[in-house]
């Protein structure tokens, strides 16, 4: 049974580089479906930031595009997620996830780790 | 981009009775792409439908997806004690990938 886990601060400063990772286990990233990243926050909800192929290819939700990059290490089986230039309104629960495609909803999530976003 | 309205925000319902969510989209969703969540306080999002009708693995009957197009609904059945939480419905496009969620429905006790 795949099991996704978030590791990172939980307080960046403004204007700074929010940088998460989500080891998984049970399952070989390399084994195909697309690994990524869900926000919710009170003011914006779930909010999808992007996705993953194991290859590299990644797709971005257009709204934070110029912000995110994410990246996936197959030797540590785990992926990670930068969202640059953060305030205040970044501040959310961050879940990694799992889905089989891009036409595919995400079977799998993390617990969710808060990150605050302070000066 | 769909945008997606859930309808009602709040819904009481007693344990044994039938819960009936509405999931509108602003456009058509495609393939009905449309997906169903539950979420209880502290926890991630867990699957429930997907393709607007399929039950994910192990969950139980008493859940039912339909619709198409642009209204979907979500049914819970005998309403259990485990059932009250809030539900999402999202829809996952895939040219390009997006995937956007509704803002959810609260479930809760009368």
């Known amino acids: 049974q795949v099991q996704l886990q978030e590791s990172g601060p939980g307080l960046v400063k403004t204007s700074e580089t929010l940088s998460l990772t989500c080891a998984v286990s049970g399952f070989s990233i390399s084994s195909g479906y697309y690994w990524g990243w869900t926000r919710q926050s009170p003011w914006k909800g779930l909010e999808w930031i992007g996705s993953i192929y194991h290859s590299g290819g990644a797709y971005y939700n257009p709204s934070l595009k110029s912000r995110v990059t994410m990246s996936a290490d197959t030797s540590k089986n785990q992926f990670s997620l930068k969202l640059t230039s953060v305030t205040a309104a970044d501040t959310a629960v961050f879940y990694c996830?799992?889905?089989?495609?891009?036409?595919?909803?995400?079977?799998?999530w993390g617990q969710g780790t808060l990150v605050t976003v302070s000066s | 981009e769909i945008v997606l309205t859930q309808s009602p925000g709040t819904l009481s319902l007693s344990p044994g009775e039938t819960a009936t969510l509405s999931c509108r989209a602003s456009q058509r969703v495609s393939s009905s792409y449309l997906a169903w969540y539950q979420q209880k306080p502290g926890q991630a999002p867990r699957l429930l439908i997907s393709?607007?009708?399929s039950r994910a693995t192990g969950i139980p009957d008493r859940f039912s997806g339909s619709g198409s197009g642009t209204d979907f609904t979500l049914t819970i059945s005998r309403m259990e004690p485990e059932d009250f939480a809030v539900y999402y419905c999202q829809q996952y496009g895939s040219s390009p990938p997006l995937f956007t969620f509704g803002p959810g429905t609260k479930v809760d006790i009368k």
């Open positions: 393709g607007a009708s």
């Open positions: 996830v799992r889905s089989a495609g891009s036409g595919s909803p995400f079977d799998s």
